[in-house]
């Protein structure tokens, strides 16, 4: 019974799946909680980091993990060789953009942990995807590493270099954005959002960004997050039904004028695309 729901779920996935391109910071950026995929992403990160800077071959982060899933049924050996020629393809080749990431409908990670955590040390964000058209049934918080008793210190090892990762991804630009008028101001933007930095710019030069839109010469770029960022495909691209959402109820409150003055990115990936041609005219 199990194998003929598992064929009919391949099916359906094989007929409503989309790929589209995407940013690291669509998956790993925190939501309302660290996610069980992003947490053992991060796992794998802490592994390629001991493996490349440290020589230490013992891949412990992965075992634990796996060890306290399958028990005697781990097969150990086997995941430390195929985790290995993993990092030595990225060290030779890099990232493979025909190697998709598997996420859910939620822009959920699902299937290619090791990768992440490759994509992560190696400073990688753009990455190509395939999105079922489903809901992951993988826990949204991490009830299950704790149910399996793993142990607090190891558990909060991860949660802090995860945490890092976070700081990361701000500092790369890797974030949703907005880009507000420099006499402007979103006093409610706080309510609907979580405001990570402020950085105030002035243009050297005109620019233009999605859609052949002109930046104003000066001005603030706003990086946030999102709890729930409702992710939709759209021409091959990951975009957020929550930004069109936030841009709706600005356009209530102050109108159709005030809002067309406001930029907002679509995506972590479009947010990271803005952020790295404003960067050099930010004023610190």
Known sequence: ??????????????????????????????????????????TRYLDIKDYVEYNKQTFVWQNTVS??????????????????????????????????????????????????????????????????????????NLDWYLQKKISADFLKKVYNAYLQIQEWLIETGDTFCCIVPEIEKLSELDLMVNIKSVHRYRLQSPLFVGGGIKLNQAGKLIQFTLDEPEYMIEDSKAVSKRIRDIKNILEMRYGMEFVSQIYFSQSCLEGKEIFDKIKNDFIE
């Open 67 to 140: 060890r306290a899933a399958y028990g005697n049924k781990h097969r150990e050996e086997d995941g430390n060789m195929a985790f290995s020629k993993l990092i030595t393809s990225y060290q030779s080749k890099g990232y493979d953009p025909n190697s998709l990431f598997i996420v859910d409908k939620d822009m959920r990670l699902l299937d290619g942990n090791h990768r992440m955590g490759m994509n992560l040390y190696t400073d990688q964000h753009k990455i190509n995807v395939r999105v079922l058209k489903r809901k992951s049934k993988n826990p949204g």
């Open 1 to 42: 019974m199990f194998s003929i729901k598992k064929m009919l779920v391949d099916l359906y996935d094989s007929r409503t799946a989309q790929s589209c391109s995407a940013s690291i910071g669509d998956i790993m950026n925190l939501r309302r909680n660290v996610e069980h995929n992003q947490f053992l992403a991060t």
